[in-house]
C-alpha cells in the first residue's frame, strides 16, 4: 500500500501560483492512478485533479480547468499539481490520494492511502 506525504502548501494572493507535491514510497507507483482531492471547511471532500498510469491521461474538475497542472516523475514516485491564477475559493487542504478501486474518479470512495493535506489559503 502506497504511503503519500504532500508538500508545497502555504498563503498565496489572489492570482498567485503555487507547486503542490505528493511523494509515494510505495513501490507500485507506477502503476496507479493518482489524485488530487481538496477540503474546504464545513464542505465536503471534493475532485480537483487525477492522472492515470501510462499513458498518462488528465481529468479536472470544471472549475480549475485552464489552471491547475497535474502531472507525475514515476523515477521520483512523485504527483504534482501546478496551481495557477489562484482564486480565493481554492482555499482548502490539499490531499493526494491513489486509485484503488473501479469507478468514477470524482468519488473519493475509490481512492485510497490518503496523504495528511496540505494547506493551500488564498487571500490577500
Known amino acids: 500500500q502506497e504511503q503519500l506525504v504532500e508538500l508545497g502548501g502555504g498563503l498565496v494572493q489572489p492570482g498567485g501560483s503555487l507547486r503542490l507535491s505528493c511523494a509515494a514510497s510505495?513501490?507500485?507507483?507506477?502503476?496507479?492512478?493518482m489524485g488530487w482531492f481538496r477540503q474546504a471547511p464545513g464542505k465536503e471532500r471534493e475532485f480537483v485533479a487525477a492522472?492515470?498510469?501510462?499513458?498518462?491521461?488528465?481529468f479536472y474538475t470544471d472549475s480549475v480547468k485552464g489552471r491547475f497542472t497535474i502531472s507525475r516523475d514515476n523515477a521520483k514516485n512523485t504527483v504534482y499539481l501546478q496551481m495557477n491564477s489562484l482564486k480565493p475559493e481554492d482555499t482548502a487542504v490539499y490531499f493526494c490520494?491513489?486509485?484503488?478501486?473501479?469507478?468514477?474518479?470524482?468519488?473519493?470512495?475509490?481512492?485510497?492511502?490518503w496523504g495528511q493535506g496540505t494547506q493551500v489559503t488564498v487571500s490577500s
Open positions: 492522472i492515470t498510469s501510462f499513458p498518462y491521461s488528465t
Open positions: 490520494a491513489a486509485k484503488i478501486k473501479r469507478g468514477t474518479y470524482y468519488d473519493p470512495t475509490t481512492f485510497g492511502s
Open positions: 510505495g513501490r507500485t507507483f507506477s502503476n496507479n492512478a
